[in-house]
């Protein structure tokens, strides 16, 4: 059973009340359960490139089959992406936040590991409201969500996932713009792209199935699989998911500079700058910064740069 509760209201004077959150209590669940299989894992890889290029490569096989069974399959690190997915039903969820649907944005994504993910478990999911920011013509909203084993109820994974409003900014009653974080703005660095060259640049194909593959892991947003809606936000055909294009780059980054093993991942930030169509080329150049990987992915066929952010890791694989 899900339990459903609400998101605290945070703090405000009376001169900035954003229609927003003064209303009501928000809809966002605040607690809610999330069972995952070896299935669910394995749909994931696949659906993220995992053995597109060789279906028997044995450092990549291992997130999808496994000779001893299911249950041992690995997990990439950008699985736990797929958590947060619950915490933004039927869109934001903020009464009073008037947008469109087809204007959402995903913005940027940021996720600390605390632990190995499983292949199989039943998660808890406590959801808060991280952030929110009036721009003026738009606006940001900043959900956190934490996902706990449910028996033991040790800590997994936190994600923190921004969305930008398109047309719902304005809301502030004052001359200055509302702006609301729960977390300090130096917890996610802000990374420049070296101009030096990589350390590693990875090649990978998108299919042109790609994002009907992947929205099979639950992100079900017809931006990335009908083609008159795609038209509608102003695109000429299904984008790809940012989420999609950032579990391709991290899975560039385990093989390259981890040696294949994802548990070697802390945290990964992700920037996304410019839309994907399914069947484009990515290439993900990677600098190593101590234990820090900075990269930047690019579509081949528009040489334009579509996703940045960096990758903590714990230590440096024996591969290198």
């Given at each position: 059973?899900?339990?459903?509760?609400?998101?605290?209201?945070?703090?405000q004077n009376?001169?900035?009340k954003?229609?927003?959150?003064?209303?009501?209590?928000?809809?966002?669940?605040?607690?809610?359960?999330?069972?995952?299989?070896?299935?669910?894992?394995?749909?994931?890889?696949?659906?993220?490139?995992?053995?597109?290029?060789?279906?028997?490569?044995?450092?990549?096989l291992k997130?999808?089959?496994?000779?001893?069974?299911?249950?041992?399959?690995?997990?990439?690190?950008t699985?736990?992406?797929?958590?947060?997915?619950?915490?933004?039903?039927?869109?934001?969820?903020?009464?009073?936040?008037?947008?469109d649907?087809?204007?959402?944005?995903?913005?940027?994504?940021?996720?600390?590991?605390?632990?190995?993910?499983p292949?199989?478990?039943?998660?808890?999911?406590t959801?808060?409201?991280?952030?929110?920011?009036?721009k003026?013509?738009?606006?940001?909203?900043?959900?956190?969500t934490?996902?706990?084993?449910?028996d033991?109820?040790?800590?997994?994974?936190?994600?923190?996932?921004?969305?930008?409003?398109r047309g719902?900014g304005g809301?502030?009653?004052?001359?200055?713009?509302?702006?609301?974080?729960?977390?300090?703005?130096d917890?996610?660095?802000s990374?420049t792209?070296?101009?030096?060259?990589?350390?590693a640049?990875?090649?990978?194909?998108?299919?042109?199935?790609?994002?009907?593959?992947y929205?099979?892991?639950g992100?079900?947003?017809?931006?990335?699989?009908?083609?008159?809606f795609?038209?509608?936000?102003?695109?000429?055909?299904?984008?790809?998911?940012g989420?999609c294009?950032?579990?391709?780059?991290?899975?560039?980054?385990?093989?390259?500079?981890?040696?294949?093993?994802p548990?070697?991942v802390?945290?990964?930030?992700?920037?996304f700058?410019?839309?994907?169509?399914?069947?484009e080329?990515?290439l993900?150049?990677?600098?190593?910064e101590g234990?820090?990987?900075?990269?930047?992915?690019?579509?081949?066929?528009?040489?334009?740069?579509?996703?940045?952010?960096?990758?903590?890791l714990h230590?440096?694989?024996?591969?290198?």
């Amino acid at each position: 059973m899900v339990n459903h509760g609400y998101l605290p209201i945070p703090a405000q004077n009376s001169q900035q009340k954003p229609r927003a959150l003064i209303w009501r209590p928000s809809s966002i669940p605040l607690v809610s359960n999330l069972t995952n299989s070896p299935r669910d894992v394995a749909l994931y890889a696949l659906g993220i490139g995992a053995c597109a290029r060789d279906a028997v490569d044995v450092d990549q096989l291992k997130y999808v089959y496994h000779e001893k069974g299911q249950n041992f399959i690995q997990v990439l690190p950008t699985f736990s992406a797929l958590f947060s997915l619950g915490s933004l039903p039927g869109g934001a969820g903020l009464p009073g936040l008037q947008y469109d649907p087809r204007l959402l944005l995903h913005g940027q994504q940021y996720i600390e590991l605390y632990k190995p993910l499983p292949s199989s478990a039943v998660l808890k999911n406590t959801v808060t409201l991280a952030g929110l920011h009036d721009k003026g013509k738009a606006a940001i909203l900043e959900i956190e969500t934490k996902s706990y084993d449910k028996d033991s109820g040790v800590l997994y994974c936190m994600n923190r996932s921004t969305v930008f409003l398109r047309g719902a900014g304005g809301f502030s009653k004052s001359s200055q713009l509302y702006s609301y974080s729960t977390y300090p703005k130096d917890q996610v660095a802000s990374v420049t792209t070296p101009k030096g060259q990589p350390f590693a640049v990875y090649e990978d194909c998108t299919q042109p199935s790609q994002a009907l593959l992947y929205r099979l892991s639950g992100d079900y947003n017809p931006l990335h699989s009908d083609p008159m809606f795609a038209k509608a936000a102003g695109f000429t055909r299904p984008i790809l998911h940012g989420l999609c294009t950032l579990g391709f780059a991290v899975r560039a980054i385990v093989k390259c500079i981890c040696g294949e093993d994802p548990n070697l991942v802390k945290c990964v930030s992700g920037r996304f700058l410019l839309h994907v169509y399914p069947g484009e080329t990515l290439l993900t150049e990677m600098w190593l910064e101590g234990l820090r990987v900075i990269f930047q992915t690019k579509v081949k066929e528009r040489s334009r740069a579509v996703l940045s952010g960096y990758v903590d890791l714990h230590g440096l694989s024996s591969r290198l």
